[in-house]
């Protein structure tokens, strides 16, 4: 499993997440970062590493689980 973890301080809501994994990343009504899983399985890493090399403010990580 694979844990992603989100910093609200630092997301500036550019959603650049959420278009790379709709399934796991949203924006909510403040502009910031919602997780909407907590963990993923090893066969979404691609998607979710994708996500993370998007944010160009290093909002979100991921973590071994």
Do not use: F
Not at 21 to 40: E, N, Q
């Amino acid at each position: 499993m694979i844990r992603i973890a989100a910093d609200l301080d630092k997301c500036e809501g550019y959603a650049n997440c959420v278009i790379a994994a709709p399934d796991i990343y949203d924006i909510d009504d403040d502009g910031k970062v919602v997780v909407s899983h907590a963990t993923v399985d090893e066969d979404q890493r691609g998607t979710v590493s994708e996500a993370v090399r998007s944010c160009p403010a290093s909002a979100i990580w991921l973590e071994e689980a």
